[in-house]
């Protein structure tokens, strides 16, 4: 069930990525505007507080002349106040800028810091400016780009412009919004590795011991996937440290297998809640198909989340992935899978009370994994700023699926000392009890049995534990023992078990009859007593006379 499962999660993810387009702009922008309009946006950028910089290069008909070139940056009474505006006119929108803030740059040849020249283009004369403007302001701002031309006959433009935040590979083509990502990714690459390593280290041993379930395959699954994710954003976000534009495919396909590692390791826990390979066999009929359609809704919900985001997110606005309705849509699909998941370990634990010491940790644990995702979109979009969103996101979700995969490592560790492994069946013991002669559904529930330190001892290593261990149990008689039984056993006619296959008292001749006692003879003078130790020697007859010389 779970393989067809896990197959049909993978079929739509990457169906999902033929349709996702980056939604990310790269800090090295180049295009053309030729619009009717008369102010347009072009990029945003958010720049450190002092190291900011804008390097441009635009071109454009002089007789298109004169447009400018007008820098926003987050205050309210700025960007906010002019973008999605249809009320206000181009006037209106240039108006909310400073003028001493330099935040206006004329594309003209009287403006000295444009660097506007004129250039001859066959039959045609243009505009070419080449120039650049420094960023400084009290605090990491975003700064918004756009174009305009008030009261003319629209726009056409072409650019280039190189936005970058001081000299180092660490910053120079990030977003302060983005600093930290890179460091913070390959960290995690590091632990996601070594922990994808031990638990194939434990998998060897556990499949020594013929525990290595379907489950714990889907984590080492997850865990491996993960590493992939991981890898595919450190390389993207190398390339883009290096030139400013990177390599968009590699982050949306490093998005994909990050969602695919999420939802298998969700539909890993919801599998272990219901107790499969730890208290059954296999999931019922009834539950395989629910667990199909609630995987394949939340897939899609994903796909349609990715499509969202790189279709409709404005480029103008800085918006979080959960800030839309497939992301509210993931929230709730998030919570009604706790509330499965809480009720698939509450009648696991009914059944199966003796697994406590798994499933107690484990709920717990989960809890708090299953809360953190909704409450981090939460926060994300109410109470983070906006120019460090993007950083404090990244890093609060890759430690929440570290959590989560330390935690499972841990619980589940192939070690005598470990008093919440879950596994006591062998993988070899599955197919027995799945064919055994009872069937039904109660062929699908493993036999009760605690975890045990025994489980983990060596095949060639003697359990001295046991050896010396003494049965508290009573020793039960016949009876009792006949009795607990239940069945009715042959009894003979003086009421005895009958413990042949036949009563033999008939066939065999009767006992001879007890030989009577001989009368005593004259016995001969017993020695004489033995004056200091007399009590040694007496003997006491049958009516209690005493035999002894006479004094």
């Known amino acids: 069930m779970e393989v067809r499962v896990g197959e049909r999660l993978l079929c739509l993810a990457v169906l999902s990525s033929v349709f996702l387009v980056d939604s990310v702009l790269g800090k090295y922008v180049k295009g053309i505007v030729n619009t009717k309009e008369d102010w347009v946006f072009l990029t945003r950028f958010c720049f450190l507080t002092d190291f900011g910089r804008l390097d441009f290069r635009f071109r454009y008909p002089k007789s298109r002349c004169c447009q400018n070139i007008l820098l926003y940056f987050d205050d309210s009474s700025q960007w906010p106040a002019v973008y999605k505006r249809p009320e206000k006119n181009c006037y209106q929108k240039e108006a909310v800028l400073r003028?001493?803030?330099n935040q206006v740059i004329n594309l003209t040849t009287r403006y000295t810091w444009s660097g506007c020249v004129v250039e001859g283009d066959g039959n045609e004369e243009v505009l070419s400016c080449v120039g650049g403007r420094s960023f400084r302001s009290v605090r990491e701002r975003w700064w918004?780009?756009?174009?305009?031309?008030?009261?003319?006959?629209?726009?056409?433009?072409?650019?280039?412009m190189k936005l970058t935040n001081g000299q180092s590979f660490w910053t120079q083509h990030f977003s302060a919004d983005e600093f930290g990502i890179l460091e913070t990714d390959i960290t995690f690459l590091v632990i996601f590795s070594m922990v994808f390593l031990l638990s194939c280290y434990f998998a060897y041993n556990l499949k020594g011991r013929q525990l290595l379930h379907t489950t714990y395959k889907m984590f080492m699954t997850a865990a491996g996937v993960e590493v992939l994710s991981l890898l595919f954003h450190?390389?993207?976000?190398?390339?883009?440290a290096r030139d400013g534009v990177g390599n968009g495919s590699l982050k949306i396909l490093g998005k994909l297998l990050f969602s695919v590692s999420f939802l298998v390791f969700l539909?890993?826990?919801?599998l272990l809640g219901k107790g499969f390979t730890v208290t059954r066999a296999r999931i019922s009929h009834s539950g395989s198909v629910k667990l199909s359609i609630y995987m394949t809704v939340y897939t899609i919900t994903y796909v349609i989340l990715f499509i969202y985001e790189a279709e409709f997110f404005d480029p103008g606005e800085v918006l979080y992935a959960y800030d839309s309705p497939a992301g509210y849509g993931l929230m709730g699909l998030q919570l009604l899978a706790y509330v499965w998941f809480c009720y698939a370990v509450l009648v696991s634990l009914k059944h199966y009370p003796e697994k406590q010491?798994?499933?107690?940790?484990?709920?717990?644990?989960?809890?708090?994994?299953?809360?953190?995702?909704?409450?981090?979109?939460?926060i994300a979009n109410f109470g983070i700023p906006?120019?460090?969103r993007e950083k404090i996101v990244n890093g609060i979700q890759l430690g929440i699926h570290l959590y989560a995969h330390i935690v499972f490592l841990i619980i589940t560790r192939p070690s005598a000392a470990n008093k919440n492994f879950p596994y006591h069946v062998r993988t070899s013991q599955i197919g027995i009890l799945l064919s055994s002669p009872k069937g039904g559904e109660g062929a699908e529930s493993f036999p009760h049995h605690a975890y045990g330190n025994s489980s983990f001892l060596g095949d060639s290593q003697p359990n001295f534990t046991e050896l010396f261990s003494i049965q508290s149990d009573p020793v039960k008689t016949v009876e009792e023992t006949v009795a607990r039984k239940g069945p009715e056993v042959p009894r003979n006619s003086e009421q005895k078990i009958i413990t042949t296959a036949a009563d033999l008292t008939s066939i065999?001749?009767?006992?001879?009859?007890?030989?009577?006692?001989?009368?005593?003879?004259?016995?001969?003078?017993?020695?004489?007593?033995?004056?200091?130790?007399?009590e040694y020697f007496?003997?006491?007859?049958?009516?209690?006379?005493?035999?002894?010389?006479?004094?």
């Open 144 to 160: 918004y780009i756009a174009l305009s031309k008030c009261g003319g006959d629209g726009l056409r433009l072409e650019y280039e």
């Open 508 to 534: 065999l001749p009767p006992p001879p009859p007890p030989i009577p006692p001989r009368p005593a003879a004259r016995s001969p003078p017993l020695p004489p007593r033995l004056p200091s130790f007399t």
């Open 538 to 551: 007496s003997m006491q007859s049958g009516g209690g006379g005493g035999f002894g010389t006479k004094a």
């Open 234 to 240: 450190c390389v993207y976000w190398g390339l883009y």
């Open 386 to 388: 906006r120019w460090a």
């Open 99 to 101: 003028p001493e803030n």
């Open 357 to 378: 010491p798994f499933y107690v940790p484990f709920f717990t644990t989960y809890t708090l994994w299953f809360f953190a995702v909704p409450v981090m979109a939460l």
């Open 267 to 270: 539909l890993m826990l919801i």
